[in-house]
Nanobody, 122 residues
């Protein structure tokens, strides 16, 4: 079992930055692929970014490429989503997800956090 706790959300003006954190419990964090999803009101949940268990492979959805960076600190059992040049359309609840696997995952995660709200004002 893995428990995920997100933090770092908030209200920011367009063009600003936020860094989301996802702290994971458990001693096998290094064997988990991690992802960040978001869900805006009235929209389906979408994958924003993902990182493999080694940290060598990553995925970003087109709308955030060049603006968001996903990283992991295995010593702290934490993944980070650095979000720069934020836009109003980035407004959503952001969820951290994990699955014990060696592959880079775009779906099929087993564990989810409770979510953190990100609101970008224009």
């Amino acid at each position: 079992q893995v428990q995920l706790v997100e933090s770092g959300g908030g209200l920011v003006q367009a063009g600003g930055s936020l860094r989301l954190s996802c702290a994971a419990s458990g001693r096998t964090f290094t064997t988990y692929a991690m992802g960040w999803f978001r869900q805006a009101p009235g929209k389906e949940r979408e994958l924003v970014a993902a990182i493999s268990w080694t940290g060598r492979r990553s995925y970003y959805t087109d709308s955030v490429k060049g603006r968001f960076t996903l990283s992991r600190d295995d010593a702290k059992n934490t993944v980070y989503l650095q979000m720069n040049s934020l836009k109003p359309e980035d407004t959503a609840v952001y969820y951290c997800a994990a699955k014990r696997t060696e592959v880079l995952l775009t779906q099929g995660y087993d564990y989810w956090g409770q979510g953190t709200q990100v609101t970008v004002s224009s």
